[in-house]
């Protein structure tokens, strides 16, 4: 084989017909804007871990910004809202009843902080995969 044969506009070597396949899409494309601000919507919940009250405050500050042009980020922000809102009636369900347990329910506020997170991120990867999600035992309070 000559070194002629490897040109530029030949660079494959004599005798390999094999069709050349297209390069695979990249990953990371455009995004779609009201995906990812419906992830926004249960993410945003997690500030509340740093912050104290970002788990109610932040869903509602991306549901107020983007409500009127997305209409899923409308669904997605009240849902945040609505679980975020029962979690805080549980918790203070709970820590009232501390007071008459001596105690005895800090375990069930330590096991609704560990559902919250787990819940918040199960429905981020669910919504993110385009999929509705629902809170279990949510009180809907904002419809």
Known sequence: MNVSD???????PPGNDAPRM????AAGGPADP???WN???????LSGLVSGVGFIVGPLVV????KADYPSVDR???????FQLSVLIYSFGLF???????????PLVF?????????????????????????????????
């Not at 490897?6 to 494959?12: L, R, T």
């Not at 992830?39 to 919940?45: E, K, M, T």
């Not at 009232?96 to 800090?106: A, I, K, N, S």
Request: with cysteine.
């Open 111 to 143: 096991a609704l902080v560990v559902a919250q997170v787990v819940l918040v991120v199960l429905a981020s990867v669910k919504v993110s995969n385009g999929e509705e999600y629902r809170y279990p035992l949510t009180i809907r309070l904002i419809t």
């Open 22 to 25: 297209a390069p695979p899409p």
């Open 34 to 36: 009201a995906r990812s």
């Open 76 to 82: 997605h922000g009240k849902e945040s809202l609505n």
């Open 6 to 12: 490897m040109s530029e506009n030949n660079p494959q």
């Open 96 to 106: 009232v009843l501390t007071f008459f347990t001596c105690g005895m329910t800090v």
């Open 63 to 66: 549901w107020l910004l983007k």
């Open 39 to 45: 992830v926004a919507c249960h993410l945003a919940a």
